[in-house]
């Protein structure tokens, strides 16, 4: 750009705009929520399955996948319900959380229920639970491959 074009006006500027940034919850926060679902989801169904479905842990050990599908579905509707309706379960309200996609909008149920369908394979593959330690934006496997994002509410 000649400095005589820009001041005779013949030079038209681009308007640079910013890269919105998006303001991702820490990790500690999300383990912290995680810990807190476990303790009000997660535990009440497994207590109601131990005793009231399968009548004792024994006859749960004695059929373990019956159990453990009966565990499961219930844990799974109601997180995908809360995440859906409300892009926050009881633990991500509590430290402020909420669940998003990239572009700011609310996910969808598909999203979510792939999102709950890899946490719960990366829960299972011990070394997955890593990836937010090694990755730029410190997201986990689930919040790429769900293309959505747990943001600070605030």
Do not use: C
Request: proline share 5%.
């Amino acid at each position: 750009m000649r400095w005589r074009d820009a001041k005779k006006g013949k030079f038209k500027h681009k308007i640079k705009t910013k890269k919105e940034t998006l303001n991702i919850a820490p990790i500690v926060n999300r383990v912290k929520a995680f810990l807190t679902d476990a303790f009000m989801i997660f535990m009440p169904i497994i207590y109601t399955v131990f005793y009231l479905v399968m009548g004792s842990r024994e006859e749960f050990r004695a059929n373990m996948l019956m159990g453990w599908i009966y565990i499961f579905i219930p844990h799974f509707i109601i997180t995908t319900l809360f995440l859906y309706i409300k892009n926050q379960t009881p633990g991500y309200k509590a430290y402020n959380i909420r669940l998003s996609t990239f572009k700011h909008s609310k996910p969808t149920f598909l999203q979510v229920s792939v999102r709950y369908i890899v946490f719960t394979v990366t829960i299972f593959i011990f070394p997955l639970l890593f990836i937010p330690f090694f990755t730029k934006r410190k997201l986990g496997l689930q919040d790429y491959i769900s293309a959505t994002v747990p943001l600070n509410s605030k």
